[in-house]
């Protein structure tokens, strides 16, 4: 072997050894606010029928599937997520997506409306039970709220500016979504439900 080769097989070598043993950089978990679990959290099996306002025997039942809560890669974001599906038969499919987010310092939570097409929106942000926006839609936090008969305590209520599907959504604390008012003038409100955390 030559004089250069060794140099090379040397310089390769440590190399190798050098960059082998460099863990790779994991970037900082960042977890959900407990008060986003608080409102949004539905395992596998939760159920909530909406009833419509105008005529209660008009109802959508909707079922939770699909329930993942688990940090993303930890090379790059490793911000925690949640989501959902909330699926029934001869209607939208709903998703609720949550996610940790590290640069806004606040829980970024969407909506994702599934019919013929994808409606994402609203999405609203989340910071110890303080929720904002950062699109023009208007939000309102109220320590309770009555729709019909029923009293929902902490209530969050998201008047879209751009109103795709619906004109508003109103969240509750232990609940998630408890009130859609559609675009067609319907409004649908949380009759009934089983929510498991």
């Given at each position: 072997?030559s004089?250069?080769s060794?140099i090379f097989?040397f310089?390769f070598?440590?190399?190798?050894?050098?960059f082998?043993s460099?863990d790779k950089?994991?970037?900082e978990?960042?977890?959900l606010?407990?008060?986003?679990?608080d409102?949004f959290q539905a395992?596998?099996?939760?159920?909530?029928i909406y009833?419509?306002?105008t005529?209660?025997?008009v109802?959508q039942?909707?079922?939770s599937?699909g329930?993942i809560?688990?940090?993303?890669n930890?090379?790059?974001?490793n911000?925690?997520?949640?989501?959902y599906d909330?699926?029934?038969t001869?209607?939208?499919?709903l998703t609720?997506?949550?996610?940790?987010?590290?640069?806004l310092?606040?829980?970024?939570?969407?909506?994702?409306?599934?019919?013929?097409?994808?409606?994402v929106?609203?999405i609203?942000?989340?910071?110890?039970s303080?929720f904002?926006?950062?699109?023009n839609d208007?939000i309102?936090?109220?320590?309770?709220?009555t729709?019909?008969n029923r009293?929902?305590?902490?209530?969050?209520k998201v008047?879209?500016?751009?109103?795709?599907?619906?004109?508003?959504?109103?969240y509750?604390?232990g609940?998630g979504?408890v009130?859609?008012d559609?675009?067609?003038?319907?409004v649908?409100?949380l009759h009934?439900?089983?929510?498991?955390?």
């Amino acid at each position: 072997m030559s004089k250069h080769s060794l140099i090379f097989l040397f310089l390769f070598s440590a190399a190798l050894i050098f960059f082998g043993s460099c863990d790779k950089q994991k970037t900082e978990a960042v977890h959900l606010d407990g008060s986003t679990k608080d409102y949004f959290q539905a395992l596998d099996g939760s159920q909530w029928i909406y009833a419509l306002v105008t005529d209660s025997s008009v109802t959508q039942t909707y079922n939770s599937q699909g329930y993942i809560n688990k940090q993303a890669n930890a090379d790059l974001e490793n911000n925690e997520i949640m989501y959902y599906d909330m699926v029934g038969t001869n209607i939208p499919q709903l998703t609720i997506r949550c996610e940790a987010n590290n640069v806004l310092l606040r829980d970024r939570i969407a909506l994702i409306t599934k019919n013929d097409s994808i409606y994402v929106g609203p999405i609203v942000y989340n910071l110890t039970s303080t929720f904002s926006s950062i699109t023009n839609d208007t939000i309102t936090q109220m320590p309770t709220m009555t729709f019909g008969n029923r009293t929902f305590k902490d209530v969050v209520k998201v008047a879209l500016y751009k109103r795709g599907v619906y004109d508003a959504i109103y969240y509750a604390r232990g609940l998630g979504l408890v009130r859609k008012d559609h675009n067609d003038g319907r409004v649908f409100v949380l009759h009934k439900y089983n929510i498991i955390k």
